[in-house]
């Protein structure tokens, strides 16, 4: 065993000792980011998973060296540089996503939050609302909802409105702002508004 050989597996054992810690690490950090909703915590477990693949993708690359396989050593390179890629493109989306004041999504943002039609049908449930529109804003870990209802009577309004907040507020520990709104007509909805 020559000395670039010995220097290649040296290389190789602390890629593998770089890349176990980012697996447990980030398959940790993945079912608490989705119970916190914390898109960061996801999208930083989904780094850590970048992480040990680019360790394995570069390992292969150092092997492929050893054994004379020049070429897999580039192939690796083009490997880890589109995973970088794809990963970038994909923050970048949402990233852009949460600053544009869009619907709440989940976690991952596969798909929207559930949260907004929940409080439409709990809204919609009390039986001084005849009519409600709902909107919901996402900024990070928690939400923030209008609430407009078209009140079937103005009898006791304010207390009938307050404890609409707080049993509404109690739905989901995301809701850290809830404001109801009596209307006398509702607007026609505007699907660039964020939650409609």
């Given at each position: 065993?020559?000395?670039?050989?010995?220097?290649?597996?040296?290389?190789?054992?602390?890629?593998?000792?770089?890349?176990?810690?980012?697996?447990?690490?980030?398959?940790?950090?993945?079912?608490?980011?989705?119970?916190?909703?914390?898109?960061?915590?996801?999208?930083?477990?989904?780094?850590?998973?970048?992480?040990?693949?680019?360790?394995?993708?570069?390992?292969?690359?150092?092997?492929?060296?050893?054994?004379?396989?020049?070429?897999l050593d580039a192939a690796a390179a083009i490997i880890i540089s589109?995973?970088?890629?794809?990963?970038?493109?994909?923050?970048?989306?949402?990233?852009?996503?949460?600053?544009?004041?869009?619907?709440?999504?989940?976690?991952?943002?596969?798909?929207?939050?559930?949260?907004?039609?929940?409080?439409?049908?709990e809204v919609e449930s009390l039986e001084w609302v005849s009519d409600?529109?709902?909107?919901?804003?996402?900024?990070?870990?928690?939400?923030?909802?209008?609430?407009?209802?078209?009140?079937?009577?103005?009898?006791?309004?304010?207390?009938?409105?307050?404890?609409?907040?707080?049993?509404?507020?109690?739905?989901?520990?995301?809701?850290?702002?809830?404001?109801?709104?009596?209307?006398?007509?509702?607007?026609?909805?505007?699907?660039?508004?964020?939650?409609?």
């Amino acid at each position: 065993m020559g000395r670039a050989d010995l220097a290649g597996l040296v290389h190789d054992s602390r890629l593998v000792y770089s890349a176990i810690p980012a697996v447990i690490i980030g398959r940790l950090k993945l079912p608490l980011a989705r119970e916190l909703h914390d898109k960061v915590l996801y999208a930083d477990a989904q780094m850590n998973k970048a992480d040990w693949l680019t360790a394995v993708a570069a390992m292969i690359g150092v092997i492929g060296i050893g054994l004379g396989l020049w070429w897999l050593d580039a192939a690796a390179a083009i490997i880890i540089s589109l995973d970088i890629t794809k990963d970038g493109v994909t923050n970048l989306k949402a990233a852009t996503g949460d600053l544009m004041d869009s619907r709440p999504t989940v976690t991952d943002d596969s798909q929207l939050d559930p949260l907004p039609e929940r409080l439409r049908s709990e809204v919609e449930s009390l039986e001084w609302v005849s009519d409600c529109a709902v909107r919901v804003r996402e900024e990070g870990h928690v939400f923030f909802a209008d609430v407009q209802v078209v009140p079937s009577t103005e009898a006791e309004l304010a207390v009938k409105i307050e404890r609409a907040v707080h049993e509404l507020k109690a739905i989901d520990w995301r809701l850290n702002e809830l404001v109801i709104m009596p209307v006398t007509k509702l607007e026609p909805p505007d699907d660039a508004v964020a939650g409609q």
